[in-house]
């Protein structure tokens, strides 16, 4: 990947974290008040916000950010229970979830994907098969079990695939991951939405359950047969296989910052992305290029903080991730696609409801 990868960001933060408290106190013309922030949610997003975390601590010493990986749901609940500053999310605020956490509001910080990985004997890991998220959702509704059923041989001619039964990886903690790789079977799948639907841990058909992208980029790189998801970082990171995806253009399109950023430009064309982007990429765009399973990343905000200062070290945070931030250095090298400019105004509106 280049710069900070997922592995060296996991060694950066852990330094920065033991760091921090011999960092000198700010003067007192520091622009942000000295303070501890945590963010804490999304696996996918962890490698963006740790790299985030460590810059943004060599420009302001006396703003202590700490950052965990522990899953989307962990992110929004605990974001409104107040236990962590920003919960990081790969899921939006659906309804129920504004139902339920009437203090949250979700600010959209990049874009990355959900992405199939597989691991067949005789496909070598550069090769990008051609699935259908219809497929895709049999397979994880159990009615395509082995890798020599003829469909991936219709789709993929050229290659041989074997004998060998499908272990199916999914997440078990609440995942964001999940949620939208859900939604694209939702959305694809007429069987996956009567009997499963989008959800953060939804009741799996079948499957292994690992906890984080971490547990189940092992558990397929190490199982013969073995087939998972994870955001595109992952699959930089590791040099996994994976999926090119049918679109709703009819294309098969392989995850990338371009085919992401392709599909979230598209959506945002079509004049009716809600303004508090509570509405998922995936599917219903018609960029040719577009990948089909692309998602805002969110991090979650309670609205009413306990105080001026708190408040404003966080919105300093958050300006400076939507600003120099989305520079390539950070998002691209990780496995993100910045945010379009188009979608600021409406971002910078949603953070002002935090006090």
Known sequence: MGGLTIASAVFAVSLFASGCAKSKAPSSSSKVPAGTLTISGSTMLYPLNSVWAVEYHKLNPGVTISVAGTG??????????????????????TKSFKKRYPNLVNIPVALDDAQVIYNIPG????????????????????????????????????????????????????????????????????????????????DWPVGSGYLGSDAVVAAVKSTSGGIGYVGLGWVMEYHLASAALLNKAGNYVVGSVKTIAAAANSALKQGDFPADFDKSIVWNVSAKNAYPDSNFEFWMINKKQPNAGVTKSIKDLVNWALGPGQDAKYTVKTGFAPLPKSVLPNVKKLLAQVK
């Open 123 to 202: 496909i070598p890991d550069n090769v990008n098969l051609k699935m259908t998220p219809k497929l895709v959702a049999e397979i994880y509704m159990g009615k395509i079990t082995n890798w020599d059923n003829p469909v991936f041989k219709k789709l993929n001619p050229q290659y041989k695939f074997p004998n060998l039964h499908i272990f199916v990886v999914h997440r078990a903690d609440a995942s964001g991951t999940t949620f939208d790789f859900t939604s694209l079977l939702t959305d694809t799948s007429k069987a996956w939405a009567s009997k499963v639907g989008r959800s953060l841990s939804p």
């Open 72 to 93: 989307s749901g962990f992110g929004i609940s605990n974001a409104a229970d107040g236990n962590i500053t920003i919960g990081a999310s790969d899921a939006y605020l």
